[in-house]
């Protein structure tokens, strides 16, 4: 370790962590998920952090599956500006319910005796931490419970969790970039992939769209000659998906694989039928992160035309 770090009113500025779902180095903001994976709603926390670690996230921002270890807890938070700790609850509260509180006010010390390493929980670990990491404990520890519902082993999440850890990721995402002084995501917006993932991908299959999820609408992502573009996965013939699409850069055209109907890629206008046009999302970059604003409303059922929908057509 380097014998001397930069400091900023007293604090090391930089983390020694190398973190998964972020970048090495300097650490702005850690994500710590709590929980066991193997008893369901408690693995509220771990996918929380498999989420944001897939969906990608900014420079600076890193994610830590804690499991159980609560000791892993304290030793990851260390020199880190802010951290968020997400974990599953039981508070009699509604199933997906989620439950915001400052580190201050979850700190617990253990029982002066009777207690192991491996029992050291969460809560524990911020006070041992505290005490531990002095003028090194975070600026900022904000904690995220999500209500659970149910616990025994070998269940999965429950609907209402599986809500409720969708909201956590959009509540990180938008605490992270607050962070940084920017007033964005603005409401309607959500996170897409992030740019780098998708330009690798279409370097390696060029000629399909990329399929991915704003909250609950599908959507898809095209390249075009003036940029990346963003429809909702929905074919404006038969309301069919569109993730298996192909695409004619040259042409700048989308074929829906189902019946051959064909879309400007550019504009999304219908080319096989000009009143059946694509749902366009207005689509930003932020933080390497593919922003996009879905529609209110997926359309009228007069707009897609469902006597047709049997198998692609070859």
């Not at 693995?43 to 000791?71: F, S, Y």
């Not at 929980?121 to 904690?143: G, I, K, M, Q, S």
């Not at 366009?280 to 992160?289: E, F, K, M, Q």
């Amino acid at each position: 370790m380097a014998a001397s770090r930069r400091r900023q009113g007293g604090r090391r500025t930089d983390s020694p962590l190398n973190l998964p779902g972020g970048t090495g180095g300097r650490v702005r903001a850690l994500i710590i998920g709590c929980g066991n994976l193997l008893r369901g709603d408690d693995a509220a926390g771990p996918e929380v952090v498999r989420r944001l670690t897939a969906r990608g996230l900014p420079d600076g921002v890193g994610c830590v599956d804690a499991a159980t270890a609560g000791i892993d807890v304290a030793l990851a938070m260390r020199s880190v500006p802010h951290v968020i700790v997400v974990d599953a609850c039981r508070s009699g509260s509604p199933p997906g319910t989620l439950i915001e509180l400052s580190g201050a006010e979850v700190e617990q010390l253990p029982p002066p005796s009777g207690i192991s390493v491996h029992a050291l929980r969460w809560d524990h670990a911020l006070a041992f931490a505290r005490w531990r990491l002095a003028d090194e404990y975070p600026a900022r520890v904000t904690v995220l419970l999500i209500e659970g519902e149910r616990f025994e082993p070998g269940e999965p999440l429950s609907p209402a969790v599986e809500e409720g850890v969708e909201r956590v990721c959009t509540r990180i995402l938008r605490d992270i970039l607050d962070a940084d002084g920017r007033d964005w995501p603005a409401p309607g917006w959500h996170a897409g992939p992030p740019v780098k993932a998708v330009m690798e991908v279409m370097a390696v299959i060029d000629g399909k769209p990329i399929p991915f999820m704003a909250g609950d609408a599908p959507g898809i992502v095209v390249r075009t000659k003036t940029g990346l573009r963003a429809f909702r996965s929905r074919c404006a013939h038969a309301g069919l998906s569109l993730d298996t699409a192909s695409i004619d850069c040259g042409s700048g055209v989308l074929v829906c694989r189902w019946h051959a109907y064909r879309f400007d890629i550019d504009t999304g206008g219908g080319l096989t039928a000009p009143h059946r046009c694509l749902e366009v999302w207005p689509l930003r970059v932020v933080d390497g992160l593919i922003w996009v604003c879905p529609s209110a409303t997926e359309g009228s059922a007069e707009e897609a035309d469902v006597s047709e929908r049997p198998g692609p057509r070859a």
